[in-house]
């Protein structure tokens, strides 16, 4: 499991420079500075995840399923957050509704705050585990 967190924690970075580097570039020329500041907000918080991701996969104070959980709630989280920041980024552009996308921004963010409890209760019921 560490493993595959490791891998995709590197993933979800890479995809994080990818975007803001789309975001840094093209991204001027066809929204308002509003959207573009909105985008970036997305942009961090994914790459912070990634960082987080990248020490849960190697952290050895937390057992195989505390991190699963963790990288199910930070994928979650990342996916409702910064997702939907992106997609809202295009509101203007796309001839679709996204009203509905709204309030599942801040579901997210309530996921990613999760995940980062829940690694904090986990390391606190486990101090037997830190030397």
């Known amino acids: 499991m560490a493993r595959s967190i ?43 995840h990634a960082f987080f991701l990248l020490f849960i996969g190697i952290c050895p104070y937390l057992s195989e399923k505390a991190k699963k959980v963790v990288l199910y709630l930070v994928l979650s989280g990342v996916l409702f957050f910064s997702g939907s920041i992106y997609l809202l980024t295009f509101k203007d552009l796309i001839d679709v509704n996204l009203k509905i996308i709204g309030p599942i921004t801040p579901v997210g963010g309530l996921m990613l705050i999760a995940a980062w409890v829940y690694t904090a209760i986990q390391m606190i019921k486990n101090r037997a585990l830190i030397k």
């Open 6 to 48: 490791v891998i995709i924690a590197a993933l979800l970075g890479a995809l994080s420079v990818g975007l803001g580097a789309f975001g840094a570039h093209g991204l001027k020329q066809i929204v308002t500075e509003t959207q573009v500041a909105t985008f970036e907000t997305g942009v961090k918080y994914q790459m912070y």
